[in-house]
């Protein structure tokens, strides 16, 4: 009985001993890893992290057993491996700070805008979706990128500024067929079109990326490299998809199109980026 004693009493004073500095420091990691966990979640890096983890436990059973040649290898690799890491990874890093930092902007964003802007959001929606259904409706292969808190200037100047108003006849010339931009992104910085002919970054993610062809790539690319929303509209099939966090979400028609930018670009945050339920398909 003492020493159940003794353990009770020790766990007491552990618990009673805690602080507020303890309790900010647990938070305060949780979220780091939190964000790590959701960093390598569906990228490369959670496939690096498992073999990470299985050369570390490589290394334990080595120096454990006195393997000193493989010990003196393992040794090595971990010694340069952190640099190797940073310098193949550098882009997905680049990409998790950056989100990382546009939380608080995007508050603040939100906190800033009125009925004024909301109305005209969605009158540039309107125009957006109008547009979309009928390049559909043509088979006019087109993309779209909505840029969010994070700004898109690395993107758009590998095109053609235009600095216009959104509207539906100028979405539909820029990718008319005969058009010299229509093979690029076109990129919205509401309210205006910014720019067009513009090039994005291809999808990282190899197994969602297989099926899909050039366009969605690219939209699923600057999904993963921003908080941008992107339309993507097939040029085989007509069918309108949407990219948004590094998934993609098809077979859109115009009100279900409609409801889900407003719900991404007007409402409140607790809503923005509830869609309606769709699971990627096959292009």
Same mark, same amino acid.
Do not use: W
């Given at each position: 009985m003492s020493a159940v004693q003794e353990a009770l009493d020790f766990v007491v004073y552990q618990i009673s001993s805690i602080s507020i500095v303890d309790i900010l420091d647990i938070v305060l990691v949780s979220i780091i890893l939190y964000y790590i966990f959701k960093f390598i979640r569906d990228r490369r890096a959670g496939r690096l992290l498992i073999g990470v983890v299985f050369?570390? $436990?490589?290394?334990?059973?080595?120096?454990?057993?006195?393997?000193?040649? &493989?010990?003196? $290898?393992?040794?090595?690799?971990?010694? !340069?491996? *952190?640099?190797?890491?940073? $310098?193949?990874? +550098?882009?997905?890093?680049?990409?998790?700070?950056?989100?990382?930092?546009?939380?608080?902007?995007?508050?603040?964003?939100? &906190?800033?805008?009125?009925?004024?802007?909301?109305?005209? !959001?969605?009158?540039?929606?309107?125009? $957006?979706c109008t547009a979309t259904c009928a390049m559909s409706k043509d088979k006019t292969g087109a993309i779209m990128v909505i840029e969010g808190s994070e700004k898109l200037s690395d993107y758009t100047i590998s095109g053609t500024t235009i600095n216009a108003n959104v509207s539906?006849? *100028?979405?539909?010339?820029?990718?008319?067929? @005969?058009?010299?931009?229509?093979?690029? #992104?076109?990129?919205?910085?509401?309210?205006?079109? +910014? #720019?067009?002919?513009?090039?994005?970054?291809?999808?990282?993610?190899?197994?969602?990326?297989?099926?899909?062809?050039?366009?969605?790539?690219?939209?699923l690319g600057i999904s993963e490299n921003s908080?941008?929303?992107?339309? !993507?509209?097939?040029?085989e099939t007509g069918v309108?998809?949407?990219? @948004?966090?590094?998934? &993609?979400?098809?077979?859109?028609?115009?009100?279900?199109?409609?409801? #889900?930018? #407003?719900? &991404?670009?007007?409402e409140t945050p607790g809503k923005r980026g509830r869609n309606r339920k769709a699971k990627p398909k096959n292009k």
């Open positions: 050369l570390i $436990i490589i290394r334990l059973i080595s120096e454990a057993a006195g393997l000193v040649a &493989m010990s003196f $290898i393992l040794r090595d690799i971990f010694q !340069v491996g *952190l640099i190797a890491l940073l $310098i193949v990874f +550098q882009p997905e890093l680049r990409s998790m700070l950056e989100k990382v930092g546009a939380e608080p902007l995007r508050g603040l964003k939100l &906190m800033g805008s009125d009925s004024k802007n909301a109305a005209e !959001v969605d009158r540039i929606i309107e125009e $957006i539906s006849n *100028l979405l539909r010339s820029i990718f008319f067929d @005969k058009s010299p931009l229509h093979d690029g #992104a076109v990129i919205i910085s509401l309210p205006n079109i +910014q #720019a067009a002919g513009c090039f994005l970054p291809l999808s990282a993610n190899e197994e969602q990326a297989k099926d899909f062809g050039a366009r969605h790539r690219a939209a908080d941008a929303v992107v339309i !993507v509209v097939s040029e309108i998809s949407l990219a @948004k966090n590094a998934q &993609m979400f098809r077979n859109y028609d115009h009100p279900t199109l409609r409801r #889900a930018l #407003a719900q &991404m670009l007007i």
